[in-house]
């Protein structure tokens, strides 16, 4: 009996070794795989931070482009203004030695068409010598040289820099996460794969073209400086028997407006338009040009309106009307314009040198409307029992409105406004070994 009783404790404790055994197992594969499950949340953790991270440098990097993008709209609005600055600059150094010739004379312009015309008229003497500051190195020349500079030179070359170096300062902004992520690795380098990327093709550079020089049409319109300058005031009483409804006419025109090549070009004339008549061809305007400049986009450009390239510089030998009808095709019975002025104007053109409008950055035509430039990044670890650990994440940049527009159109991604903000997405592709 005694012998049976060693026997059954020598069993039990068999088992109670196996059941021991056998949980020990246990515990030591639960201790395992909760450090595998703790490796692998720890290191999702760090890696959705280093890729939202990186994504956030992308979405600056847009936003970037579009700052910089409008900026250029900027210049080349800047531009417009210098050049019609450089116009009125000769136009006020033209009249003011019109002035003083007394061709027309300040009081006639005063009498026929009011006060405040002669006061302006008067007003050109301080313009003496202004027509020199719109010279080829002038300084209203260097100013608009300088504008140029920027859309041409720098910021192009910064554009240049910022779409080719995007996917290294990504990189670089992930690989600074994961260090701060992982202190106990030191200086060990930690280089998320990059599994799926969309940014490579994402932007294209376009040329210059007509939806660019429409678009700065549209802003140039803001402004009423650059807008037409066109006005025509008329004396009040009869002049002459044989017209009783014609009136002298006191003619301002000028312009500025991009040309077919994109380049800015600019024009102002003014002239005392004098109503007469004659036996032969009955009634007419003769024209005294006041005042005239004109700024071609590009050297030998014709101004707006008739002109003619081997006008008189005064008629004090020929008939107006005479020269007119043997030199001319002007139309001086019911035309508008200012030929005579505009023919000065062309005989003292001065050109600025312009490169026209420049290539710019901007989204992919064929995007979706969000225009989502997503990444997918995955990484390797080992654990502590030596165990390699994956894991994967997934962001994207995308364009938003802060706010609906108030036309109410949709819009388009685009490099123009700055409303790309960055989020983690679904990862795009699945991982060997999840």
């Not at 417009?80 to 150094?93: I, M, R």
């Not at 002035?99 to 313009?127: D, E, K, S, T, V």
């Not at 009955?282 to 005294?288: A, I, T, V």
């Amino acid at each position: 009996m005694r012998a049976a009783a060693h026997a059954q404790r020598g069993q039990v404790l068999v088992l109670g070794l196996v059941l021991a055994t056998l949980l020990g197992l246990a515990w030591l594969r639960y201790f395992a795989t909760a450090q595998v499950t703790a490796s692998k949340a720890r290191m999702v953790h760090g890696l959705d931070a280093a890729s939202y991270s990186g994504a956030l440098v992308q979405a600056r990097t847009l936003n970037f482009l579009a700052y910089l993008n409008r900026a250029r709209l900027g210049h080349q609005l800047a531009m417009a203004h210098v050049l019609t600055l450089g116009s009125w600059a000769h136009f006020g150094g033209m009249q003011a030695q019109r002035l003083a010739q007394g061709n027309p004379p300040a009081y006639l312009i005063g009498m026929l068409f009011g006060a405040n015309h002669g006061r302006a008229y008067l007003a050109a003497a301080a313009a003496a010598g202004l027509n020199h500051q719109a010279q080829v190195g002038g300084s209203l020349a260097s100013a608009f040289a300088a504008h140029e500079s920027f859309i041409h030179d720098q910021s192009a070359s910064l554009s240049d820099t910022l779409v080719a170096g995007l996917p290294e300062a990504r990189l670089a902004i992930m690989r600074q996460v994961l260090a701060a992520h992982y202190p106990e690795l030191g200086r060990q380098v930690l280089t998320p794969q990059i599994q799926a990327d969309a940014w490579p093709g994402f932007l294209q550079k376009r040329p210059a073209d007509a939806s660019l020089a429409t678009l700065l049409h549209g802003l140039a319109g803001l402004y009423g400086f650059l807008g037409p300058r066109n006005e025509t005031a008329r004396n009040v009483w009869a002049v002459d028997p044989r017209c009783p409804a014609w009136r002298h006419e006191l003619r301002r025109r000028g312009q500025t407006q991009l040309d077919a090549s994109g380049r800015w070009q600019a024009g102002d004339t003014q002239s005392f338009h004098a109503v007469r008549s004659n036996r032969w061809i009955g009634c007419y305007y003769r024209e005294y040009a006041m005042g005239w400049a004109w700024m071609p986009a590009q050297s030998g450009q014709a101004i707006v309106g008739g002109h003619s390239t081997n006008a008189p510089t005064d008629f004090s030998q020929e008939d107006f009307w005479r020269w007119v009808q043997a030199a001319t095709g002007w139309d001086i019975v019911g035309g508008q314009a200012n030929p005579l002025a505009n023919s000065y104007a062309m005989q003292s053109a001065v050109s600025w040198p312009s490169r026209g409008l420049a290539a710019y950055f901007d989204v992919r035509g064929d995007l979706p409307p969000q225009g989502q430039a997503g990444f997918v990044i995955r990484l390797t670890l080992p654990n502590q029992e030596g165990q390699s650990v994956h894991a994967r994440s997934a962001a994207e940049t995308f364009f938003t409105r802060p706010a609906v527009r108030q036309d109410g159109h949709s819009e388009a991604a685009n490099l123009f406004h700055p409303y790309w903000h960055a989020r983690l997405s679904s990862p795009l592709l699945p991982l060997p070994g999840d």
